[in-house]
C-alpha cells in the first residue's frame, strides 16, 4: 500500500488527524516558517519555538538572540519581529534565535505526538519534497492559519506539495484534492494570490510588500528545518 | 458598504462565526440538502430536520412520513433514507416528512442562531442565488461536511454561490476567494469531481451511482427551502 498524505487546514481541527508515527510538515507562508527556513539558511545555529512573550524574553539571558510578532507587528522590546529580511544579517550566523509569533509557533506545538516535524514554505519546497518523496511515511501538513481560521497562503502551499507528492501518496480524504486544485487554479500568479490574501491585506497596513513577494519565491534556499528536541536545526538526512 | 458572504468550511468551525443577523445557507450536497430541494419541490409540505433516530420515530406515530440515515446507509425501520429519488413518490405530496442524517441535520441546528436558515444545493442554486441578491443582508455559506471534517462537494457548491454572488457581496476572509478558485478549476467536471470525493468513494460501495449524479445536477428545481419554526417549507418570497 502507498503511504498517504493528508492536510490540517486549521490548528483548530488538529484533533482529527491522528499525527503518531507521522512526519507532520508545519507552514505558516506568511511569515513564520518563512523566516525560518530563511534564518536556517543563512546559517542561525538553532531555533527555538516559544508559545509566550515572557518565554522569549527569559531565553534573551541564556544568550538568544529574541524574535516576536503579534498580530502582525514586531513586539517591543525584542531583537527582531517576523520579517524573514530581518534574518539576512551575518551577525546570526551560528547563534541561537527564540521566536514566537500568533500561529506559526502554535501550530508546531500542536504537532509534538508526530514523529518528526519539518518546517515548509514556498522557499524550500522542492528540496521538502524531495526528501519527503524517499520516505516510506504518512504525512500530514499542518496549516497554520491565522488565530484558528482558514488562510489561504498556508493551503495554497499545502496544494502546491501534494501535487508535487501525488505520484507516491495517497491523498486521505477531501482536502488534498480541493487544495491541489485550489493551487493549479492560482499558481499562475501565486505572487498576485498572495497579496489577494486576507493577511496580506492585514500585513499591507504595514508595508510589508517585499515579505510577501519574498515569501511567494519559489526554491530560494535547499534547506529543510526540523525539530530536535525543543529547537529547529538544519536537517541533512 | 457592500454585503458581506462567508463560508464555514465545517460545523466544527461555526464558532468562529457570528450568524445572528444573517441569512445562512445550508449546504450537504450528499445528499441531505439535495434531497430537501427536492422533497419541497415534489410537494413534500413540510420538512423537520431532528437529531436523533428516537425522535424521528416519535415523529410517525403524529402523522409524519420518516427519513433516516446513518453512515451513508438507511436506517432501518424507517420509510425512507436519504436518496433524492425516495422524494419522487406522488405520496408524499402535501405531506410532512421528518429526518435525520448523518451531517446536514446537526448543520442545520447548529446554525439556529441566524436569522433565517435557507437550503442549498446545485439543484436549486441560481433560484437561491437570485433570491439572496435581492437581500440586503450578510450572508454564511454552512457547510455539512463528514463527521466534522471539510468535505469537497459542499466547499465546491459554496464556491459556485460566491462565483454567483461576488458581484453584490464581498467576501469575507480567505474561504470564499479558495473555494472560488477549487470550484472554477473543478466544474468543468462537476460529475467527476463529485464521483472522485471520498463521500461518493464510501457511497460507492452502496450502489448510489445514479444519486451523485443526480445531486450534481444544477439548476433541476427553483424552490427555497426555509426554516419556519422546526421546519422547512417551501419559501416564496
Known sequence: MRQSIDICLTPELIHQYELEDKIVVVVDILRATSCMVTGIAQG?????????????????????????????????????????FEYMNDELKGEKVAVTTTNGTLAI????????????AFLNIDVLAKYLSGKNQDIVIVCAGWKGKFNLEDTLFAGALCELLKDNFEYLGDVPIAAEAMWQKLKGDLKGALQNSAHAKRLAKMNVTKDIEFCATLNEYDVIPKLFGESLRNYQP
Open 109 to 120: 506545538h500542536k504537532s509534538l505526538m508526530a514523529d518528526e516535524i519539518l518546517i515548509g
Open 44 to 84: 542561525v545555529k538553532e531555533i527555538m519555538p516559544v508559545s509566550t512573550l515572557e518565554e522569549c524574553v527569559a531565553l534573551k539571558g541564556l544568550g538568544y538572540f529574541t524574535a516576536a510578532e503579534r498580530n502582525g507587528e514586531k513586539a517591543e522590546g525584542f531583537d527582531m519581529g517576523n520579517s524573514p
